[in-house]
């Protein structure tokens, strides 16, 4: 009675679970479905303010860039009408064309003297714009005193012009640079519209954009492009900065923000996921059912069935069909599982099943419909041991209750040594080597199927044949009586072979062949395994290709060409009167288009060149690129020398032609060095060494030419090592010296500041200036330790100035070089820090050619070095090729124009115009002007009337020791600073 109560209160309990279950399933689903939606649609609205923002970014960087592009041109034409304040139409015309030459969105540049229009270009299609009084203009007037009281450019617009048309203006004030009065104004009109064409703007259709003005207050303006309704729904701005004031863009999709849908998927994942909960809990609700009907069936037939059951000594199992709970197990379960009877049938099958609980139930479902009663299971033991086992299932009826009758053997052994023996046989069929199988009189009596894919031959062509007929004849004629004394004498043999397959292809086979003896002594069969290693060669050929090639050009690199000279050189060894030549050649000008068009042009440029090279030369000579743009041509068996000067000119005037490279024309040259054995030398080995030394001294004389090799160089060469060497061990001994030259100020005449020059008191060869060493440190690598040296002791001096209170700037020369180095910046902060210098007196000097050598890897060091408030000065101005628009972005304090135009200021008319045109310039970006070289009092005179800041030179006086110049510091009065300053 007990077990019946029971019963039914797990009826009770499964129906309200099931309809508790159910409820709590839609909701849950229901829930999932509301939150998919927001999530969806908050997504899609962040997606498209992403969008919108990321499109209005490049229009509006896009106009930014083209009206900052086209506003250059009122610096340019400011300058110079501020040094030709009396030019005429024509000369004004005929600077603007210039300007204007390229591409832009400029209607017309002009200039207004006095306020009013007097210059105009071009001049047709804006004449009536001329005569035009921006004092008579109203609409004109605020952007016109803008620009004078801030003294730069303003831009206003857009505006209707005068001439017709919408543009807009932009102003910037002119002084006479001789008077320092107002000009007048520099206008330059923009074509509005199609500078909006050419940022994108007009062309788009997916976005709607309003633009409004806005001043240098903040202050709102009108919406003068798109709808103003755009700036209160969109959360999308972006301001665009221009010359006195900016524009905010604002922008929203055409289709909207966001669009409130249905999105079905969704609704029917959810209606998808809530059937699944509820058919789980059916099923659920319908095993517990099932199971209690079992249990219930099972309690009355127990008593009859258990005396049979428990008594054999079979492993039996009864199992619930649907579940797979263990009803019962017999007494030899119990023993063979480990487990406890209790333990046991509270388990279920696929707990001990090592199938997945899919599979089991699918086959239970199988035995309970008689479909399949024999399974072979993995079971798992109580102490953790998986056993292979028969299992024997029948279904029986208890009580209206379908149980699975199962008797289980365990077959473990059995399927070991089976898959033991399929193994064997899968890893003879899907070896990927040939595989042959021979008996003791060596035929065939086994091939897998490998060796039919490598040889082509079938497994029936080749039984009871001997695999000699496999053998090629570039095989060693001895071959099969090596292999049978190494398989006598060891039991084996392998090696290389030669095998010809069915269709008579001949290829490179690796072999090796076993004997099997059974008992010992006695040999069964033979094993021989092959594979095909053509592709092994292949590679093997392909990296001797690469090892002796270079991988651009696919010309002979350093190695073969080694190879080759040592050739040749036995060869004219053999044959009196032969002679050997190397020409080694370095493409000039090949920077310049490697850093213009990029690394892939240079990389075309390199093949070009190769080819042109090959195509120019004898059959028998040898083209080698060594790397870079350095080539060498070798040239054997050739009698005097004017057969090589005829090459080389041949090459040189080959070279002069354009490349063309994707449609564009790049010139470059090459210098040639030429080096003869056994002219120059006895060890063809030093033939290169000795072309490229020949090779710098064509570059030294101007490129584009050659030179022959002589012991000059070869001394030129020891020397600069020898410098090198030295120099190492002065830095290190303190041979080293600053020497100091005043820097004056030109109006007061006081001594403002010192250029420090480094000297070597070399033990042998005494005092010895920059330029005998300067040179060699930085084709050596030593450059970055000697500007460590002069970075140092400059700054201990300048401390030691500062604490004596005398204010003046020292300027410290250091290398381009130095910027290659991570510890350049490092070291100066570290040295700053150690001195507690006032960065303001401190200086370091670059020279024009050393920035513009990597303009953004300068122009990333000079500002760090700004932002630690030491001043950068550039040297020997004017005698590089630095660009206006480079100078205005460099953060450099100061010009210093090289000594050579100084020297004929007096006489040579163009020096000065130079001079002149140099100091305006700098005035114009506010930097201070230095004039090296200064000898005669005239220099002075005519530099203080040109509006020079500082001169430097002998006049004042040469570089000189410390003491030295602590004297003429002492006789100039220099300005005083608070040594106590940080």
């Given at each position: 009675m007990k077990h019946i109560v029971r019963l039914k209160q797990r009826f009770l309990r499964a129906r309200l679970n099931l309809i508790v279950n159910s409820v709590l399933s839609v909701i849950f689903s229901v829930a999932i479905a509301l939150l998919g939606e927001y999530l969806l649609a908050e997504k899609n609205k962040q997606e498209n303010i992403k969008n919108v923002s990321e499109q209005l970014y490049e229009y509006r960087a896009a106009i930014e860039y083209l009206i900052n592009q086209n506003l250059e041109l009122t610096q340019g034409i400011a300058a110079y009408i501020s040094l030709y304040p009396e030019l005429t139409q024509q000369a004004y015309a005929n600077f603007a064309e210039q300007l204007m030459q390229g591409e832009h969105q400029v209607k017309n540049v002009s200039a207004a003297r006095e306020m009013v229009i007097t210059h105009m270009y071009p001049l047709s299609g804006n004449a009536e714009a001329l005569g035009l009084d921006y004092r008579n203009n109203a609409a004109e007037t605020d952007g016109v005193l803008q620009a004078i009281e801030l003294n730069t450019t303003i831009i206003t617009g857009p505006v209707n012009l005068v001439?017709?048309?919408?543009?807009?203006?932009?102003?910037?004030?002119?002084?006479?640079?001789?008077?320092?009065?107002?000009?007048?104004l520099v206008s330059v009109v923009l074509d509005y519209p199609a500078i909006m064409a050419a940022s994108g703007i007009y062309g788009q259709q997916n976005?709607?954009?309003?633009?409004?003005?806005?001043?240098?207050?903040?202050?709102?303006?009108?919406?003068?492009a798109g709808n103003p309704a755009i700036f209160a729904s969109s959360p999308v701005r972006m301001s665009v900065q221009l010359p006195g004031g900016s524009w905010i863009m604002s922008a929203a999709p055409k289709g909207g923000w966001n669009r409130f849908a249905i999105h079905y998927s969704i609704w029917g994942a959810a209606v998808f996921v809530m059937l699944v909960l509820l058919w789980i809990l059916l099923q659920r609700y319908r095993n517990q059912t099932l199971y209690n009907q079992s249990m219930q069936n099972l309690i009355e037939s127990e008593a009859k069935f258990r005396t049979i059951f428990h008594g054999h000594n079979a492993v039996m199992l009864l199992i619930e069909k649907e579940s797979g709970a263990i009803v019962d197990a017999n007494n030899a379960a119990v023993q063979y599982y480990g487990y406890s009877h209790a333990q046991l049938i509270s388990l279920k099958i696929h707990d001990i099943n090592q199938l997945s609980i899919k599979e089991v139930k699918a086959l239970r479902a199988k035995a309970a419909d008689n479909q399949d009663n024999f399974f072979v299971f993995p079971h798992k033991l109580a102490n953790g041991l998986i056993r292979q086992v028969e299992v024997h299932s029948s279904p029986v009826q208890v009580q209206g209750t379908t149980?699975?009758?199962?008797?289980?053997?365990?077959?473990?052994?059995?399927?070991?040594?089976?898959?033991?023996l399929k193994l064997d046989a899968k890893v003879f069929e899907h070896s990927q080597e040939g595989v042959i199988i021979m008996d003791a009189r060596i035929k065939v009596i086994s091939v897998n199927k490998a060796f039919v894919d490598i040889t082509g031959y079938h497994e029936d062509e080749v039984i009871g044949k001997s695999p000699r007929f496999l053998s090629a004849n570039k095989n060693k004629p001895?071959?099969?009586?090596?292999?049978?004394?190494?398989?006598?004498?060891?039991?084996?043999?392998?090696?290389?072979?030669?095998?010809?397959?069915?269709?008579?292809?001949?290829?490179?086979?690796?072999?090796?062949?076993?004997?099997?003896?059974?008992?010992?002594?006695?040999?069964?069969?033979?094993?021989?395994?092959?594979?095909?290693?053509?592709?092994?060669?292949?590679?093997?050929?392909?990296?001797?290709?690469?090892?002796?090639?270079?991988?651009?050009?696919?010309?002979?690199?350093?190695?073969?060409?080694?190879?080759?000279?040592?050739?040749?050189?036995?060869?004219?060894?053999?044959?009196?009167?032969?002679?050997?030549?190397?020409?080694?050649?370095?493409?000039?000008?090949?920077?310049?288009?490697?850093?213009?068009?990029?690394?892939?042009?240079?990389?075309?440029?390199?093949?070009?060149?190769?080819?042109?090279?090959?195509?120019?030369?004898?059959?028998?000579?040898?083209?080698?690129?060594?790397?870079?743009?350095?080539?060498?041509?070798?040239?054997?068996?050739?009698?005097?020398?004017?057969?090589?000067?005829?090459?080389?000119?041949?090459?040189?005037?080959?070279?002069k032609k354009p490349f063309l490279l994707h449609n564009k024309e790049a010139f470059v040259s090459t210098s040639i060095g030429i080096a003869v054995y056994p002219n120059d030398t006895t060890d063809a080995g030093k033939l290169l060494t000795f072309a490229d030394a020949a090779m710098y001294k064509a570059k030294q004389s101007g490129r584009n030419c050659y030179a022959f090799y002589t012991d000059a160089i070869t001394k030129l060469a020891d020397r600069k090592l020898k410098i090198a060497n030295e120099l190492k061990k002065a830095i290190q001994n303190d041979e080293l010296e600053l020497y100091y030259q005043p820097q004056v100020n030109l109006l007061s005449q006081q001594i403002i500041g010192a250029e420090a020059l480094i000297r070597w008191h070399h033990p042998e060869e005494g005092l010895l200036a920059p330029g005998d060493f300067i040179s060699i440190a930085e084709e050596s690598g030593i450059i970055h330790d000697l500007s460590k040296w002069v970075l140092r002791k400059g700054c201990e001096q300048l401390k030691e100035w500062q604490n004596k209170g005398l204010g003046i700037t020292l300027s410290l020369n250091v290398s381009s070089k130095d910027f290659n180095f991570a510890d350049f910046i490092t070291d100066i902060r570290a040295l700053i820090e150690t001195y507690a210098i006032q960065?303001?007196?401190?200086?370091?000097?670059?020279?024009?050619?050393?920035?513009?050598?990597?303009?953004?890897?300068?122009?990333?060091?000079?500002?760090?070095?700004?932002?630690?408030?030491?001043?950068?000065?550039?040297?020997?101005?004017?005698?590089?090729?630095?660009?206006?628009?480079?100078?205005?972005?460099?953060?450099?304090?100061?010009?210093?124009?090289?000594?050579?135009?100084?020297?004929?200021?007096?006489?040579?008319?163009?020096?000065?115009?130079?001079?002149?045109?140099?100091?305006?310039?700098?005035?114009?970006?506010?930097?201070?002007?230095?004039?090296?070289?200064?000898?005669?009092?005239?220099?002075?005179?005519?530099?203080?009337?040109l509006g020079c800041d500082i001169g430097q030179g002998y006049l004042y006086s040469k570089p000189v020791r410390r003491g030295e110049f602590e004297q003429l510091l002492a006789s100039c009065s220099p300005h005083h600073v608070d040594a106590g300053t940080p």
């Open positions: 001439q017709g048309g919408i543009g807009l203006i932009a102003r910037k004030p002119v002084y006479n640079q001789t008077t320092g009065q107002l000009w007048g976005l709607n954009i309003a633009i409004r003005r806005e001043t240098a207050l903040g202050t709102k303006g009108e919406v003068f149980l699975l009758f199962s008797i289980i053997h365990d077959i473990t052994q059995r399927i070991e040594n089976e898959q033991r001895d071959l099969f009586e090596l292999i049978k004394e190494s398989i006598q004498c060891n039991g084996f043999w392998k090696g290389e072979v030669w095998s010809r397959k069915k269709d008579g292809t001949v290829f490179p086979e690796l072999l090796s062949i076993s004997k099997l003896e059974e008992p010992p002594g006695v040999i069964t069969h033979f094993v021989a395994v092959l594979s095909d290693i053509t592709k092994i060669k292949q590679s093997e050929e392909r990296l001797e290709h690469l090892a002796h090639y270079d991988t651009l050009t696919d010309l002979p690199n350093r190695l073969l060409l080694k190879s080759r000279i040592e050739h040749a050189e036995s060869r004219s060894k053999r044959h009196l009167g032969h002679k050997i030549a190397l020409l080694f050649l370095d493409l000039d000008q090949f920077k310049i288009v490697n850093d213009s068009l990029g690394h892939m042009m240079g990389d075309e440029l390199l093949k070009q060149v190769a080819s042109r090279l090959k195509s120019i030369i004898r059959e028998d000579d040898t083209v080698a690129r060594l790397g870079g743009d350095e080539f060498v041509i070798l040239l054997e068996e050739f009698h005097n020398v004017e057969e090589l000067v005829k090459i080389a000119q041949n090459i040189l005037e080959h070279m960065t303001q007196f401190l200086e370091l000097e670059l020279t024009e050619t050393a920035i513009m050598e990597h303009p953004q890897q300068a122009l990333f060091t000079l500002t760090q070095i700004r932002e630690m408030g030491v001043s950068v000065a550039v040297d020997d101005f004017g005698i590089g090729h630095s660009a206006i628009a480079y100078l205005k972005r460099f953060p450099v304090s100061k010009l210093k124009i090289d000594r050579s135009f100084i020297h004929e200021i007096e006489s040579d008319e163009s020096d000065r115009t130079l001079v002149s045109t140099i100091i305006s310039l700098a005035k114009s970006f506010d930097l201070d002007v230095v004039a090296e070289g200064i000898e005669h009092v005239a220099h002075q005179q005519i530099l203080v009337e």
